[in-house]
T-cell receptor, first 112, second 111 residues
């Protein structure tokens, strides 16, 4: 158990809908990262927050947004969903900005 | 630009034999290198890292990795493979505040 909690574990929704994925980092970790893992595209970095502030942005679509709250949990919002958004979405946390990452078990999103 | 390459999509090894999963990198400055493992339907787990010091780094589950600066490589190794080592392995290098990930190598250990 990494200590990173993600909910929901599975989510099935329709095209055009909006979903919110939630992540609770390990106790004491200030950095939260979001990744997307598709079958044919490997691990894609989406966005990173450090202590509530956006730190780095990767290949995150404009339809996606995220935030980190004062209690350090984070949410990833995915809107106007398309079939191609079906993937595993991972949250990871680290103590600072340079240490190893600890991953949650992921949220599997299926868009029908 | 920083990059990581895992040249093998898949590696097949017989149980009990030594295994190597390859990783090469391209960075400016000193590299911070990592290996992670992903078991089916699970999140990634940290295996080991190289920051500085000894070129041979020991990690979890009996794995080790050898840092070779001249060859810009950081290959993952294990002396005797187990069937339970079958998983997806990712190499990564730190670039400022981000990790640059390799595409992953599927390791299959056959009984």
């Amino acid at each position: 158990d990494s200590g990173v909690t993600q909910t929901p574990k599975h989510l099935i929704t329709a095209t055009g809908q909006r979903v919110t994925l939630r992540c609770s980092p390990r106790s004491g970790d200030l950095s939260v990262y979001w990744y997307q893992q598709s079958l044919d595209q490997g691990l894609q970095f989406l966005i990173q927050y450090y202590n509530g502030e956006e730190r780095a942005k990767g290949n995150i679509l404009e339809r996606f947004s995220a935030q980190q709250f004062p209690d350090l949990h984070s949410e990833l919002n995915l809107s106007s969903l398309e079939l191609g958004d079906s993937a595993l979405y991972f949250c990871a946390s680290s103590l600072g900005v340079a240490g190893e990452l600890f991953f949650g078990e992921g949220s599997r999103l299926t868009v029908l | 630009a920083q990059s990581v390459a895992q040249p093998e999509d898949q590696v097949n090894v017989a149980e009990g034999n030594p295994l190597t999963v390859k990783c090469t990198y391209s960075v400016s400055g000193n590299p911070y290198l990592f290996w992670y493992v992903q078991y089916p339907n699970r999140g990634l787990q940290f295996l080991l890292k190289y920051i500085t010091g000894d070129n041979l780094v020991k990690g979890s589950y009996g794995f080790e990795a050898e840092f070779n600066k001249s060859q810009t490589s950081f290959h993952l190794k294990k002396p005797s493979a187990l069937v339970s080592d079958s998983a997806l392995y990712f190499c990564a290098v730190r670039d400022n505040y981000q990790l640059i990930w390799g595409a992953g190598t599927k390791l299959i250990i056959k009984p």
